[in-house]
């Protein structure tokens, strides 16, 4: 499975190390809402298709990505930086392709 | 001044090696660099940062990520967004970056004791490289001055490709006697020597 990094380009998956559902939303630090804690800790969509994940590429740049990934195919659909202000960074354009 | 000691000492036997009969195709070098620096740059101060390495250094980087440029002194290259590695042959590059840099624009790292940088040159070096690394090493793909970092079995490297068949490596020191052990057998096929 290659995942293209928008910084590195594309990446053996050995490079990446799984982070996690990326559909998770941390509650509060300061809620005692049990609910939404328990949600948070254990509910999980487990879809048979396109599933939102978090992966770093902790073999490489080390950014974390928010990854599209197919869980029947491992298609990769989308990859972007979990963080919005490395976007200016993003490269593998056109002339490194080349 | 206290003359630094090379990790690799133990396993850096000058001269020719492996089947060389037929010619030498790798050189393998350790360039000792007096100083190597990690740059890193806030959110949103990338701009002021490649500034401060262009007053500090006098190199200009290139656009676009993994852009790195290199006068055969002093070298940079970006490696993750927003971070930059900077080697040059003189010692007190830190101290230089560390006024250049302040606390707004972002972090300064001194490596010069925490790397160890390799050179593999000669017409075999994307060869051997593409054994040990899954990146396209191939002139277009990876131009000269650009940056890479990958790993080698879970060992971090950097690299630079400082000319057309010749690529600096940036490893931790401490793995560094061991991954130029396997870089000489890898190249043993091709005929290498070490200067």
Redesign the interface.
Known sequence: MLITC????P??VI?FTYQGDGNRERPDPASQNFEAWNAYVYDRLNPAGDHNEIWQHS?????HLRVVRNTLTHEISSVA?V?G??G??????AE??? | MVERQSPLEPEFHVGSHGNFEHGVDILLTETRPGSIVQLAAW??E?KRLIAAIRSVTGLALPD????GVNDGVKSVF??????FTAADDAEGLAAAFAKAVTPEIGTVTDLSHGRTAIRIAGPKAEWVLAKFF???FAL??FPVGAG????HH?V?AQIQRTGADQFDIYVFRSFARSFWKALCHASEEVGYEVQ
């Open positions: 928008p910084y590195c380009g990446r053996g490079e073999g490489g740049c080390r950014a930086f963080r202000d490395h200016s960074a993003a490269r593998r354009k490194d392709k080349a | 959110p949103g990338e676009g990520a993994g852009g970006g490696f993750a967004p927003g971070k899954a990146i396209d277009p793909a890479r970092s990958t790993a879970d971090f």
